[in-house]
Nanobody
Framework: QVQLVESGGGSVQAGGSLRLSCAASGHTDSIKHMAWFRQAPGKEREGVAS???????TYAEYATGRFTISQNNAKNILYLQMNGLKPEDTAMYYC????????????????????WGQGTQVTVSS
């Protein structure tokens, strides 16, 4: 089992920045892929960015150039640096992990991830 705990959410004005963190514990050696997802009220959960155990990253189009996903050296903390935030980025942000390698577009599909955190709220005002 893997436990994930997110932190770092908050309220910012448009154009501001936030850095989300996700602390992983338990059988972290089994993790092959981690990702950030977000879900706004009334909308489906969508992938933001993912990273595999080799450091290869995948970004949603809306996140490219504004958001950066990274991990610490021990691979037990996942980060999401968000710059140039927009009101449409307002959502609950979730950390996710899976114990198998993922290829291509499925890296940003929420259905393939086994472990989830409780989420951290990000609110961007105009």
């Amino acid at each position: 089992q893997v436990q994930l705990v997110e932190s770092g959410g908050g309220s910012v004005q448009a154009g501001g920045s936030l850095r989300l963190s996700c602390a992983a514990s338990g059988h972290t050696d089994s993790i092959k892929h981690m990702a950030w997802f977000r879900q706004a009220p009334g909308k489906e959960r969508e992938g933001v960015a993912s990273v595999d155990s080799e450091g290869s990253t995948t970004y949603a189009e809306y996140a490219t150039g504004r958001f950066t996903i990274s991990q610490n050296n021990a691979k037990n903390i996942l980060y999401l640096q968000m710059n140039g935030l927009k009101p449409e980025d307002t959502a609950m942000y979730y950390c996710a992990a899976v114990s198998e390698p993922l290829l291509g577009y499925i890296r940003l599909l929420h259905g393939v991830y086994d472990y989830w955190g409780q989420g951290t709220q990000v609110t961007v005002s105009s």
